[in-house]
């Protein structure tokens, strides 16, 4: 799918189904962010406001941007638990790119626009909690889905949460129970991606034939 980085108000109408007047409207209202184009009076929106917007007001993501809805950013230093679960991911239909460290991460939110962020909590350098925090100190990523994962005790995990992680799971895991975390996080996915995830589990080996779905090394 071709990377959108803006938007004009007649696609955003056509898109969300109301008219031209309807769009101006939310800009004028504040609603909806937009700017100008030096020496000219359009209105443009960013990509990443639209897909905000229409998260914040419970609208259904347009068909034609329903890839944005699939993507997936997987963030773990691991490089071996990053491939797997990046191989059963695209398995089951969804876009993903790989971040190995928390730099890394912030460098490809932006340019990627994931749906969901996969977020292992103990990393090198910028760690996970800090990670969280950067994102939901970032009003532009509000509407990511954040998964922390983590063989950390179970009380870590609850910090993650309520530091702003939508879900955490304790490694090592289910690719079965992975797959249903991020459906439930992501509703809206089509449903021949569903599909496709139900054919990816049914040859997906049990964890403990997957080494690499279990941590390459104890974190604690």
Known sequence: ????????????????????????RWIEK??????????????????????????????????????????????????RMAESIARLLRASGYEVRVALDGFQAGDTL???????????????????????????QDSELARLKILALSSLPDERLQQAVAAGADDALSKPFEAAELIRRIEALLPNRSLPLAARADQALAHEPPVGDEPSLQPAHAKA
Do not use: W
């Not at 189904?17 to 769009?23: A, E, P, Q, S």
């Open 110 to 136: 932006r340019a990627f626009l994931p749906a969901l962020m996969i977020l292992d909590l103990r990393m090198p350098g910028l760690d996970g909690f800090q990670v969280l925090d950067y994102v939901r």
């Open 1 to 24: 799918m071709k990377q959108m980085r803006s938007l004009t108000t007649g696609e955003i109408a056509d898109y969300c189904g109301v008219n031209l007047r309807t769009v101006i």
């Open 30 to 79: 504040g609603h909806l962010p937009a700017y100008k184009l030096p020496g000219r009076g359009n209105n443009r929106v960013r990509l990443i406001d639209f897909l905000s917007f229409i998260d914040r007001h419970g609208m259904p993501l347009p068909e034609a941007l329903h890839g944005y809805g699939n993507r997936v950013l997987v963030v773990e230093d691991d490089r």
